[in-house]
Nanobody, 119 residues
């Protein structure tokens, strides 16, 4: 298990930017994958972006070109830079960490941080 603490959410106007941070309780270079997910009211949680083995990244189509995921190993922190925010980006954003061992994945979640984009 990995303890994750998110921060950086808040209220922003459409077109603005926010940077989310996710601090992990262990060295993130030993974590197989870390990602950001979001959940809007009445909707399922969905992947926003992920970074795998500290290198390759994947993004959901709806954030491509607007959001950037990055990691800073020295601080065991993963960031999500969100630019050109839209009202539909309003959601609770969760950080997740995946550890694989013996073919079994263990996923840990943070408590979530609210992002509200006003139009």
């Amino acid at each position: 298990q990995v303890q994750l603490v998110e921060s950086g959410g808040g209220l922003v106007q459409a077109g603005g930017s926010l940077r989310l941070s996710c601090a992990a309780s262990r060295n993130i270079f030993r974590i197989n994958a870390m990602g950001w997910y979001r959940q809007a009211p009445g909707k399922q949680r969905e992947l926003v972006a992920e970074i795998i083995n500290g290198g390759s990244t994947n993004y959901a189509d709806f954030v491509m070109g607007r959001f950037t995921i990055s990691s800073y190993n020295a601080k065991d922190t993963v960031y999500l830079q969100m630019n050109s925010l839209r009202s539909e980006d309003t959601a609770v954003y969760y950080c997740a960490a995946d550890l694989w061992s013996g073919g079994v994945r263990t996923r840990s979640w943070g408590q979530g941080t609210q992002v509200t984009v006003s139009s």
